[in-house]
């Protein structure tokens, strides 16, 4: 397994407004997770993006894969206060089952 | 929804002590695992479990740390002499194989073990 790196560390938006996270690796994938963990809780799965694809929605979430630059993102719409947590991207090759986690991007959204 | 459930949300111990930390993953998945994070650092990766085996484990699950799958619902992490830099929250997660290599994890809501 391998670590993303997210970018940037911390992004601070007004309820309502667009959020746009980033992730980069340096390996090939087959799949690349993003996770969200609210402070001092479990992390929740998110999305799944397989290495064929190049975007997926799930409600107000979209994510993009760029293979060939080695980078996803993020982006929660119409943000709410409840989306204010820490978001992770976690990519994944090989046969290893694990997830490596980066230091994430911390989320807020102002009310 | 089903989900991961971990038991006790709270333990306090003994540095030296033995503790034991409780999970039960979802009924129908087949890989379960133990991560854990010291307060205000990354989530680290302890180890992942399969057909009653360890299929991987990291640097920091040594000697000290053994897991087992007791029955056929519960996972446990046991700490053998605990130290004070055991001090983090231990999350356990599993997941199932839906045949396409997804692996997507569902997370407990942890265990906050404090090591006096």
């Known amino acids: 397994s391998q670590q993303g790196e997210e970018d940037p560390q911390a992004l601070s938006i007004q309820e309502g407004e667009n959020a746009t996270m980033n992730c980069s690796y340096k390996?090939?994938?087959?799949?690349l997770q993003w996770y969200r963990q609210n402070s001092g809780r479990g992390l929740v799965h998110l999305i799944l993006?397989?290495?064929?694809?190049r975007e997926k929605h799930s409600g107000r979430l979209r994510v993009t894969l760029d293979t060939s630059k080695k980078s996803s993102s993020l982006l929660i719409t119409a943000s709410r206060a409840a989306d204010t947590a820490s978001y992770f991207c976690?990519?994944?090759?090989?046969?290893?089952?694990?997830?490596?986690f980066g230091k994430g991007t911390l989320l807020t959204v102002n009310p | 929804e089903p989900e991961v459930t971990q038991t006790p949300s709270h333990q306090v111990t003994q540095m030296g002590q033995e503790v034991i930390l409780r999970c039960v993953p979802i009924s129908n998945h087949l890989y379960f695992y133990w991560y854990r994070q010291i307060l205000g650092q990354k989530v680290e990766f302890l180890v992942s479990?399969?057909?009653?085996?360890?299929?991987?484990k990291s640097e920091i699950f040594d000697d000290q740390f053994s897991v087992e799958r007791p029955d056929g619902s519960n996972f446990t992490l046991k700490i053998r002499s605990t130290k004070l830099e055991d001090s983090a929250m231990y999350f356990c997660?599993?997941?199932?194989?839906?045949?396409?290599?997804?692996?997507?994890?569902?997370f407990g809501p942890g265990t906050r073990l404090t090591v006096t």
């Open positions: 479990f399969y057909n009653n085996e360890i299929s991987e």
């Open positions: 390996t090939s994938i087959n799949n």
């Open positions: 976690a990519p994944r090759g090989g046969s290893n089952y694990k997830l490596t």
């Open positions: 993006i397989r290495s064929n694809e």
């Open positions: 997660a599993s997941s199932v194989n839906l045949g396409t290599g997804s692996y997507e994890q569902y």
